[in-house]
């Protein structure tokens, strides 16, 4: 993916609709996300209370058994 996606927040001031739809993801695997999280993406998760930012890079490996 190129660009940027919000895949989830939370929040008293956050509407009903978009509230519903940010639960609706939590049980999802990446790759079924509305913007797909597959190798090569990073995602930065974010905490604006605490002032944490930080990034994970998403690598998938094969594992190819003989």
């Known amino acids: ?3 940027s996606a919000l895949l989830y927040e939370v929040g008293d001031d ?3 609709d978009m509230a ?4 609706a993801n939590l ?3 990446l790759s079924e996300l ?4 597959t190798g ?3 995602l930065t998760v974010e905490d604006l209370q605490q002032e944490l ?5 998403i690598i998938h490996s094969l594992l190819c058994v003989v």
């Open 1 to 3: 993916m190129h660009g």
């Open 14 to 16: 956050l509407e009903e």
């Open 20 to 23: 519903a739809n940010y639960a």
């Open 27 to 29: 049980d999802k695997v």
């Open 34 to 37: 509305p913007s797909p999280v």
């Open 40 to 42: 090569g993406t990073i």
């Open 53 to 57: 930012s930080c990034k994970i890079n």
